[in-house]
C-alpha cells in the first residue's frame, strides 16, 4: 500500500510541475501591457518600461519561471501586482469559504446518492424510474440556472435568506449558514441524482454476480448483503462520480460564486483573470492543481483499500 500511495504522489508533483511550467509560459506570452493597465492609459514609456523591470517583466522566460518556481519551494507565492497583498494570504483569506461550500455539498451528494442509488437498485419499479427521470432532469438543468431560481423565489421574494451573502472576517456560524445554504441546495440538487444513477448501475452489476446468489444461498438476509458486501464492492464506482464532481466544482463554483456574491476562490480567480494579475493567477493555479492531487490520490487511497487489484494495476 505504502508503493502504491508513493506512486500516485509522484505522479501528482509531475502533473504539479508540468502544468505550473505549462501555465507560467502561456502568461508569460499575455504580460506585454501589464504594465500600462498598472501604472493608467496617460503613463508615460519611461514609466511603463521601468514598472516592467520592476516586476521583472523584462526578464527572459526560463529566468522568471525559475524565480518564482523557488519562492513557490520556500511557500512564497509572491504579491500581487495591483494591491501588493502577498498571494498566500489572499488565498489563506478566500480558500476556505471554497472548501466549505465543496465539502458539505459533496458530503450531502455522497449520502443522498448512496442511499437513493441502493434504493433504486434493491427495490426497482417507481423508485428506479424516479431515479432515473431525476438523473436526465438533473443534468439537463445548470446549476447556475438552478442557483438563479433559488435566489429570487427563495431570497428575494420569500426573504428567507440573503440574497448577498454575509460571509465576513469573524463572522459567526449563523451568517456562514445562511449564506451557504442556497448554494448548497443548488450544487446538490445538480449533482445528487447523476451519481445516485452511477451508485444505482454499480449496485445491479454487483447484484447479478454469483457472489450475491451464494451469499443468498446461505440464509444471509438481503440488507446485511448489500450493506456489508454489495455496497463495498460498488463503492469504488461511486468514488470515482464524487470525485469528478469535486473536481468539476473547482470551476463550477465560479458561477455560484458570482451569483450569491460569496467572497471566495472562484470570485478570487475570476478578478485575477481579469486584471491578469500573474502572480495571483498562478497561485490560484498552483493551489486548485494541489486540490485536484489530493482529491485523486485520497480516492485511490480509498479505492485501493476496497479493491486489492487496483494497487496490483
Not at 512564497?76 to 480558500?95: A, K, M
Not at 449520502?111 to 439537463?140: E, F
Not at 454487483?206 to 438476509?221: F, H, Q
Not at 464492492?233 to 458561477?255: D, E, H, N, R, Y
Request: hydrophobic fraction near 55%; glycine fraction near 8%; charge should be neutral.
Amino acid at each position: 500500500m505504502l508503493t502504491f500511495t508513493l506512486r500516485r504522489l509522484l505522479s501528482g508533483v509531475g502533473l504539479l510541475v508540468v502544468i505550473s511550467i505549462l501555465a507560467y509560459t502561456l502568461l508569460f506570452f499575455s504580460s506585454s501591457s501589464i504594465a500600462r493597465n498598472i501604472l493608467g492609459e496617460q503613463a508615460t514609456p519611461e514609466q511603463i518600461a521601468l514598472k516592467e523591470s520592476e516586476l521583472g517583466l523584462d526578464q527572459p522566460l526560463l529566468v522568471r519561471y525559475f524565480d518564482w518556481a523557488g519562492a513557490a519551494l520556500r511557500g512564497d507565492l509572491g504579491q500581487s501586482w495591483f494591491n501588493g497583498e502577498p498571494v498566500t494570504e489572499t488565498i489563506q483569506n478566500r480558500l476556505p469559504v471554497t472548501l466549505v461550500l465543496m465539502f458539505v455539498s459533496i458530503i450531502l451528494v455522497a449520502l443522498i446518492a448512496t442511499a437513493l442509488g441502493v434504493l433504486a437498485a434493491v427495490r426497482r419499479g417507481w423508485v428506479d424510474k424516479t431515479v432515473q427521470i431525476g438523473a436526465v432532469i438533473g443534468d439537463a438543468i445548470p446549476g447556475f440556472v438552478l442557483a438563479i431560481f433559488l435566489v429570487t423565489i427563495l431570497a428575494v421574494n420569500l426573504g428567507w435568506f440573503p440574497a448577498v451573502a454575509t460571509i465576513r472576517p469573524g463572522a459567526g456560524a449563523e451568517a456562514w449558514i445562511v449564506s451557504l445554504t442556497l448554494p448548497v441546495i443548488a450544487i446538490v440538487v445538480n449533482y445528487v441524482t447523476s451519481s445516485a444513477q452511477q451508485i444505482r448501475s454499480a449496485v445491479i452489476k454487483e447484484l447479478d454476480k454469483d457472489y450475491v446468489r451464494t451469499l443468498r444461498s446461505r440464509g444471509l438476509g438481503e440488507r446485511e448483503i448489500v450493506l456489508k458486501n454489495v455496497l463495498r464492492s460498488a463503492a469504488p464506482a461511486g468514488l470515482t462520480v464524487l470525485s469528478l464532481q469535486f473536481i468539476g466544482l473547482l470551476g463550477g463554483v465560479v458561477i455560484l460564486e458570482q451569483i450569491f456574491a460569496i467572497p471566495g476562490f472562484g470570485a478570487l480567480a475570476v478578478n485575477a483573470t481579469v486584471l491578469s494579475d500573474i502572480p495571483l493567477v498562478m497561485g490560484v493555479v498552483i493551489v486548485s492543481v494541489v486540490l485536484v492531487i489530493i482529491v485523486n490520490l485520497l480516492v485511490d487511497i480509498a479505492q485501493g483499500a476496497l479493491n486489492p487489484k487496483v494497487r496490483l494495476s
